[in-house]
């Protein structure tokens, strides 16, 4: 006779208990890995929100720090043509720059040879740069007469763009609305502008590298040794150097504004980084002197 095993009932069901346990410690582990990831990536994030909160505060300190400079009848050698001046606090360093904004290119109120100079000194040849200046005029004028080579309504809606606005700019944001504007022209030109000059003239005493660049007439290693005649005249007292070779009607007085650019950079070793920028209007003279904040923006 053929011979038959029957199964031991007890052998299968420690089989059986054995593969549970076994199923139950995987899941445990699985679940204990997941806590710990978690748990490292909740300190990370505690850490970068912590050392980000460091950096604005530092920031907000640079920014003090540029505003009592403004604040002094003599600002300690510090001209305001947005050189740097940097400062350490708690082991975070941070770079604040002042602009004087008469040294800017106001968009509403610049003569066209300046635009076209800032156009021409970001690359564009001078047919776009005239091009993209009538197309500037066309926005901020009231009148729907076209430039020679600008943008009305008629030019902005065969692209599907929204009509010109006919009014100056609001806000320097506004360029990017502007036909043939795309954001890396506008990034590059956007450190020359303003809308709180109210000159169509620029103060070369106190103009940004980028605005030097736009004008007409002078030379690249000409600006370079231009912007260090005039900080080393000002530090030491003496009188400001001239700007030769550029029409004198694009050139406005020495004479100090009333609204200025507080520019401040932050960075931690972590990669986090904070800018700030604050405009602020002096108004008030002597001991009645005092300070209104016009905008105030952080980018980090």
């Not at 460091?54 to 907000?60: D, G, L, N, T």
């Not at 004028?141 to 309504?153: K, R, S, T, Y």
């Not at 954001?183 to 956007?190: A, G, S």
Request: avoid cysteine; charge should be negative; proline fraction near 5%.
């Amino acid at each position: 006779m053929p011979s038959s095993r029957v199964a031991d009932p007890g052998r299968r069901a420690t089989g059986v208990a054995l593969v549970g346990v076994l199923w139950l410690l995987v899941l445990l582990s699985l679940i204990a890995l997941n806590l710990s990831a978690g748990s490292r990536t909740e300190l990370r994030l505690a850490s970068n929100a912590r050392q980000a909160a460091s950096a604005r505060h530092v920031a907000e300190a640079g920014v003090n720090w540029g505003v009592w400079s403004l604040l002094q009848a003599n600002t300690s050698g510090w001209l305001a043509d947005g050189g740097t001046r940097s400062l350490e606090l708690d082991g975070i360093s941070v770079e604040v720059a002042l602009f004087d904004e008469l040294g800017k290119i106001d968009l509403n109120e610049a003569d066209p040879q300046l635009l076209v100079g800032l156009f021409e000194s970001v690359g564009l040849d001078e047919k776009a740069a005239l091009a993209q200046v009538d197309a500037i005029l066309d926005w901020r004028d009231e009148d729907d007469l076209l430039h020679p080579d600008g943008a009305e309504e008629e030019q902005y809606l065969a692209v599907g763009l929204p009509a010109p606005a006919n009014r100056p700019f609001e806000r320097l944001e506004e360029l990017r609305r502007v036909l043939g504007i795309d954001e890396v022209l506008y990034q590059q030109v956007l450190p020359a502008l303003t809308l709180y000059s109210n000159k169509a003239e620029v103060n070369p005493l106190v103009a940004p590298r980028e605005v030097l660049l736009a004008l007409p007439g002078i030379s690249a290693d000409s600006i370079e040794r231009f912007i260090e005649e005039r900080r080393r005249n000002y530090e030491s007292g003496q009188r400001p150097p001239l700007l030769v070779g550029v029409d004198p009607r694009l050139l406005a007085p020495n004479a100090p504004g009333v609204n200025y650019s507080i520019v401040t950079d932050t960075s931690l070793g972590t990669g986090v980084k904070v800018r700030q920028q604050v405009l602020v209007h002096l108004r008030g003279l002597g001991r009645r002197q005092g300070v209104e904040v016009l905008q105030d923006s952080i980018q980090q």
